[in-house]
């Protein structure tokens, strides 16, 4: 086994929250190295690291840093909770503060550690116009014309919505893939599925575009929260159970606040021969 790091190999840290996985690469005070293919192909969990999204840190503008997020097949994503989260909590360690900012491609957004160790982070306002979830046609966001009565919400990043009986019971393989292309969604869709467990507590089950099933989603989650408090079945304060953990979810006048656990899995660097390989 190799211990010693090889000679300009690129560092990079495994963190996940709430069981979605991240690798995450810090680009502050160098240039940007993530392309397509170096992201798909260190997303292939048998020949890369594997990972739900690679979020990349960048030196920030009026704000601590700056974030791009690409998922695992190498598209990008305009938005990802979690990996905001666990990065917001990197970067405070790092800087010895409980709170900093960050930009991504939604504006600026503002993350927190709370007392108890949990991380949150304002995912800034929901979007409820067709036009800019992004939706093909004008419709009504929160019945789509779809079978399934599904709603639509963007997080930064679009979201379908489906509140069913019981998530546990959805093939979730099956009917996830089918909607993440539905024609409806032109830049595709994230697909969660959730079911009215308590007051205010809702069991959720996700299927991400660009990645297939993952154990939380945390822009998901907002969404969720969000489409179920437009249709009258929680209020604003939602805690969701994800197959990997729960988030908490709170949607006030300054945006939707998601709360989870991070955790920091291991550090390790990319060798020179992986990157050149991959273009
Ligand atoms: N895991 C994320 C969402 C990641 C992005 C998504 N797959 C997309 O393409 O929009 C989260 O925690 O929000």
Known sequence: MRHTRPENALPFMKMHGAGNDFVIIDSRGRQAVTTPMLAAALGDRHRGVGFDQLAEIRDGEDADFALDFWNSDGSRAGACGNASRCVADHVMTGLG????????????????????????????????????VPLSQEVDLLHLPIVGDPAAVGMGNPHCVFFVPDAEAVDLPNDGAAMEHHPLFPKA???EFASLTGPDRLRMRVWERGAGITLACGSGACATAVAANLRGLTGRQVTLDLDGGTLEIDWRDDG???????????DGWLTPAFIAAQG
Do not use: K
């Open 189 to 191: 869709t994230n697909v």
């Open 256 to 266: 939707v606040w998601m709360t989870g656990p991070t955790a920091h899995v291991f």
């Open 97 to 132: 503060r409980d709170s900093v900012t960050f930009t991504t491609e939604r504006g600026r957004l503002a993350a927190l550690r709370r007392p108890d160790g949990l991380v949150s982070v304002n995912m800034g306002a929901p979007i409820l116009d067709w036009r800019a």
